[in-house]
T-cell receptor, first 112, second 117 residues
Framework: GQQVMQIPQYQHVQEGEDFTTYCNSS?????IQWYKQRPGGHPVFLIQ?????EVKKQKRLTFQFGEAKKNSSLHITATQTTDVGTYFC????????????FGTGTRLKVLA | GAVVSQHPSWVICKSGTSVKIECRSL??????MFWYRQFPKQSLMLMAT?????????EQGVEKDKFLINHASLTLSTLTVTSAHPEDSSFYIC?????????????FGNGTRLTVT
C-alpha cells in the first residue's frame, strides 16, 4: 500500500541549532501538508505545498516539495524550545480522494 | 478559525462495553470527517472516512462492525467502539476539512484517550 516515511524518527538539538526532517512517499502525491503535534496535543496545520519544486517559508521554517512530488522537507533555522513536538507530513495521493496519508513523524527535542 | 470539538477527552470503560466518541465541527459544515487512531509516540493511522448521509469508508484492516461510524449531520460524526477490549485502548482523533476542495487543511479535534480495563 501507499506509504509515507519520515527521517529521522527522533532528533535532539541544542537550542539555536538547525533541524531538518525529510518526508518520502512511495507514490506521487497531489499535494502535501505539514502538521505539528505538541506532546499531549493534537496535530495543527502548518502549511501546504502543491506545485512541483515549491518552496515556502514561515519565519524560521522552510518547506520544500520535490520536483517529482514524492518527497518533501521541513527545515527549521535556529531552533527554539517552543519548536519541541512531532512534525508530520501528510500526503494526498493522486487518486481523487480527500484522504491524506500521514508520515511516520519526526519527534524534535530542543535542549536549552 | 475553524474549530473541531471532540468529546469525551478521555474515557475508561470495562471490557465488553461500548464507547461512543463525538466529533463536531463548531463553526463550519463538514461533509467529510476522518477518524484516526494513534498509538503512543507513533503516527496517525487513518481508520475511516466518514461521509455525511452515507456509509463510512473504512481502511483496510479496520473492522467496520467493531468501529461503527455515523455521520448523521453536517456538523457531527460519531465513532462507537463496540464490545471494547484492552487492545482497543488508544488515542482516537478526528479531523474535518473546512474547505470544499481536496486541498483544504485538516482541523483536528483534541482527541479521546480510551482505556479499556
Amino acid at each position: 500500500g501507499q506509504q509515507v516515511m519520515q527521517i529521522p524518527q527522533y532528533q535532539h538539538v541544542q537550542e539555536g541549532e538547525d533541524f531538518t526532517t525529510y518526508c518520502n512517499s512511495s507514490t506521487t502525491l497531489s499535494n502535501i501538508q505539514w502538521y505539528k503535534q505538541r506532546p499531549g496535543g493534537h496535530p495543527v496545520f502548518l502549511i501546504q505545498l502543491v506545485k512541483s519544486g515549491e518552496v515556502k517559508k514561515q519565519k524560521r521554517l522552510t518547506f520544500q516539495f520535490g520536483e517529482a512530488k514524492k518527497n518533501s522537507s521541513l527545515h527549521i533555522t535556529a531552533t527554539q524550545t517552543t519548536d519541541v513536538g512531532t512534525y508530520f507530513c501528510a500526503g494526498r495521493p493522486f487518486t481523487g480522494t480527500y484522504k491524506y496519508i500521514f508520515g511516520t513523524g519526526t519527534r524534535l527535542k530542543v535542549l536549552a | 478559525g475553524a474549530v473541531v470539538s471532540q468529546h469525551p477527552s478521555w474515557v475508561i470503560c470495562k471490557s465488553g462495553t461500548s464507547v461512543k466518541i463525538e466529533c463536531r465541527s463548531l463553526d463550519f459544515q463538514a461533509t467529510t470527517m476522518f477518524w484516526y487512531r494513534q498509538f503512543p509516540k507513533q503516527s496517525l493511522m487513518l481508520m475511516a472516512t466518514s461521509n455525511e448521509g452515507s456509509k463510512a469508508t473504512y481502511e483496510q484492516g479496520v473492522e467496520k462492525d467493531k468501529f461503527l461510524i455515523n455521520h448523521a449531520s453536517l456538523t457531527l460524526s460519531t465513532l462507537t467502539v463496540t464490545s471494547a477490549h484492552p487492545e482497543d485502548s488508544s488515542f482516537y482523533i478526528c479531523s474535518a476539512s473546512r474547505g470544499a476542495t481536496q486541498n483544504s487543511p485538516l482541523h483536528f479535534g483534541n482527541g479521546t484517550r480510551l482505556t479499556v480495563t
